[in-house]
């Protein structure tokens, strides 16, 4: 695998960071003064309206559309013991039991964005449209989290596309369709409090991952290099030079190592195909590539406990490719079922799970892949 210097850790500059309050308008200076974003707020309860808006999303990096009668691609979350999994149905988020694959419990709430459990396992961030739902696996509505707005015009995205939780879970990343990304402070049993809002707008966002120790988001898209972030500052601290294409998804590994995957570019022909390409940015600053996944980009990007197995889907793609970090050994999986969005490693390592538009929930224990009960 090749490797190479990461050039970008010369100071960009700040970039716009807005700080949340419970009410009226937030503006910032930066790139754009006259930009403004809705405040955020943290209320008690479910009090947000649960409309479903259709489109073509489902979240995440992947652009598949919602099979009603089945999960949304971009949406699976496995929880802290591994006993349980929550992904997005037609009528909103379902959980299931690992052991038997079969429905736990349906919360009916019409919400089919990103899904995120909380380290502790007591709450499910639940995205909607524009808002987030904190609820109990039992599915009661403790904390509705506002401010997101409109989707991006042209953008194909209609619901939040990521979230992330600090390891201590104390923070919750959330990055919207309208192409910003908020941070969520002090979560717990007393809410939350509204934070600062990252203008990644100019980067088309689709993708964004929490750094082991919480002070770094990553944040990648379609129109530029991937985004390094000061937590702590809100800030922009540096950006990933070498990435080839445009980078569609991001996650970190436990030692610190961040993982960009990126899609084909349009010059890419029949005559002449281009490989979507996959990437390891370590902590010393040095830029490996890995090996090239299936597909024309990468939708879907899953690390193993111990950071060592990095598995990756491309968009549409049934098969899902295995890169052993340590070995360096490459290992394609059986097709699954169906055509992959978002994948998740069980707590333990043994078992990675998947979410098909077509086939609902899927896993595998490294010989075959089972279905779950479907929703």
């Given at each position: 695998m ?6 970008g ?8 960071a ?14 754009d003064?006259d930009t ?10 479910a ?7 259709g489109?073509s ?5 992947s652009r598949?559309g919602v099979?009603?009668?089945v999960?949304?691609?971009g949406?699976l979350a496995?929880?802290p013991?591994?006993?349980?999994l ?8 379902t959980?299931w039991?690992?052991?038997g ?6 919360f ?6 990103a ?5 502790g396992?007591s709450l ?15 599915g ?5 989290l506002?401010?997101h707005?409109?989707?991006l ?6 619901r939040?596309q990521?979230l992330a ?5 104390e923070?919750?990343?959330s990055?919207g369709?309208?192409?910003t990304v908020?941070?969520w402070?002090?979560?717990?049993e ?7 809002v990252?203008?990644?707008?100019a980067?088309?966002p689709?993708s964004?991952?929490l750094?082991p120790?919480?002070r770094t988001?990553a944040?990648?898209g379609?129109e530029?290099a991937p985004?390094l ?8 601290s540096s ?12 996650a970190?590994a436990?030692d610190?190592t ?6 084909i570019?349009?010059?890419s022909t029949a ?19 890995g090996p ?5 980009d990468v ?9 060592t197995r ?6 549409s ?6 890169w052993?970090r340590?070995?360096?050994d ?7 079922p ?5 994948l998740?490693?069980?707590?333990d390592g043994t078992t990675?799970h ?8 899927v896993s595998?224990?490294g ?9």
């Amino acid at each position: 695998m090749s490797r190479r210097r990461f050039l970008g850790l010369a100071g960009v500059g700040s970039a716009l960071a807005l700080l949340g309050a419970c009410d009226g308008t937030e503006e910032g200076t930066g790139m754009d003064p006259d930009t403004t974003h809705a405040a955020g707020a943290c209320q008690e309860g479910a009090v947000a309206a649960r409309t479903d808006p259709g489109g073509s999303d489902g979240g995440g990096a992947s652009r598949t559309g919602v099979d009603p009668s089945v999960v949304a691609p971009g949406a699976l979350a496995v929880s802290p013991d591994g006993t349980q999994l929550a992904a997005a149905a037609a009528t909103g988020t379902t959980l299931w039991s690992t052991a038997g694959g079969s429905v736990s419990a349906r919360f009916e709430n019409a919400l089919t964005g990103a899904l995120a459990w909380h380290p502790g396992g007591s709450l499910l961030a639940v995205g909607g449209s524009e808002h987030i739902e904190l609820t109990t696996p039992e599915g009661e509505v403790r904390w509705t989290l506002t401010g997101h707005g409109e989707p991006l015009p042209d953008s194909g995205r209609r619901r939040l596309q990521d979230l992330a939780f600090s390891a201590d879970g104390e923070l919750l990343a959330s990055l919207g369709a309208d192409g910003t990304v908020r941070l969520w402070r002090g979560i717990g049993e007393a809410g939350c409090t509204p934070g600062e809002v990252l203008d990644t707008t100019a980067l088309r966002p689709l993708s964004i991952a929490l750094s082991p120790d919480g002070r770094t988001l990553a944040v990648c898209g379609a129109e530029g290099a991937p985004q390094l972030w000061d937590v702590e500052e809100s800030t922009l601290s540096s950006e990933v030079d070498g990435v080839e294409f445009a980078p569609r998804a991001v996650a970190y590994a436990s030692d610190g190592t961040l993982l960009i995957g990126s899609g084909i570019p349009d010059t890419s022909t029949a005559g002449s195909p281009e490989r979507a390409r996959l990437y390891a940015l370590g902590t010393d600053g040095t830029l490996e590539r890995g090996p090239d996944p299936e597909g024309l980009d990468v939708s879907s990007i899953a690390v193993d406990p111990e950071g060592t197995r990095i598995a990756v889907v491309g968009r549409s793609e049934r098969r899902v490719m295995i890169w052993d970090r340590g070995t360096g050994d490459r290992e394609d999986l059986p097709d699954a079922p169906g055509s992959l969005g978002r994948l998740a490693w069980s707590p333990d390592g043994t078992t990675l799970h998947g979410v098909s538009p077509s086939h609902g929930v899927v896993s595998i224990d490294g010989t075959a892949w089972t279905a779950f009960d479907l929703p």
